[in-house]
């Protein structure tokens, strides 16, 4: 306004008389303009990191291209990011994914009004409480077979898996006698003594013959209660990354060769699935920490 010509005298009216006018400190224009004339470009405050958003983003791809697994959202990313030597914030690998659309699909949270299940089934050490049960998927030749698993509560091992075509109660016994032989050294009259095994109220784990070597092992029986699955929570979610990432992706051509893949996946799914509960360790970290905590105990 102060260089704006003036109609009757055609000169500016100056910044004077517009400070004037407009009952303004001419104090107040200068130091606006030497504001605008020394303005810096907003930043991101403190230090500088070590890497650029490209460079932590082609890092991010890179071990979303490395790991064995799909799906895995950005805490685990930024966790295996650590494991390699590249430190940076959780909240960043989140922009940076999200911006360059590597984020893993996620379910919506549905609204409930109480949560049925109270307390907790995660146990203080290994061998303190496992969970078994069953679901099914198809194979070619034998159609739909029925898989057998069971996991620690505490470490979230999978200490036994089977594939069967025919699911009876001594075919779901099979995954707690691979568990007894790997954990305990040996199948003999109470091997376990002071384990707990969480089931629900399937005709497999509530027959005779199936609560009879639960007793034989000294393994003390544990139903989840009716109609709450969360009481089955570990096997579970154990079912549901199982499905995601073998079942759900791989077609099998009989049982023998999805038994064969089953093996595979459960060893490399104790070696190598990183659990936020667990710190990002895989459960045969877990394990062996708590080993050596015992140990030096």
Known sequence: M????????????????????????????YAARVRAATAVVAAKRGPKTAFTDAELTESIREKIRQTPF??????????????AGIRTSKQRVLRLMRAAEVLAPARQPVAVNGNPHEGT???????????????????????????????????AECVGIHAVKRATRFEALEPIRQGMREQF??????????????????????????????????????????????????IERFFRTLKEQLLWI???????????????FRETYNRNWLLQRLHFRTPRQAREDFLAQRAAA
């Open 185 to 234: 050294g040996e199948f003999s009259n109470n091997v376990a003594a002071g384990l707990q095994l969480r089931h629900d109220h399937g005709s497999q784990y509530m027959s005779d013959d199936f609560q009879k070597e639960l007793r034989f092992l000294g393994v003390k029986s544990s139903p989840a209660f009716v109609r709450q699955p969360e009481g089955n929570g570990c």
């Open 250 to 264: 791989r077609h099998f051509d009989d049982v023998e060769q999805l038994r064969l893949a089953l093996v595979q």
């Open 70 to 83: 799909l799906g895995e959202g950005h805490r685990k990313i930024w966790a295996r990011l650590r494991h």
């Open 2 to 29: 102060s260089r704006t010509a003036s109609p009757s005298v055609n000169k500016p009216y100056g910044v004077a008389r517009v400070a004037q006018v407009w009952n303004v400190p001419r104090s107040s224009f």
């Open 121 to 155: 089934i995660i146990t203080e050490q290994p061998n303190q409480m496992w969970g078994t049960d069953a679901t099914a998927t198809v194979t070619v030749a034998d159609g739909q077979v029925t898989v057998f698993a069971a996991i620690d509560h505490c470490t």
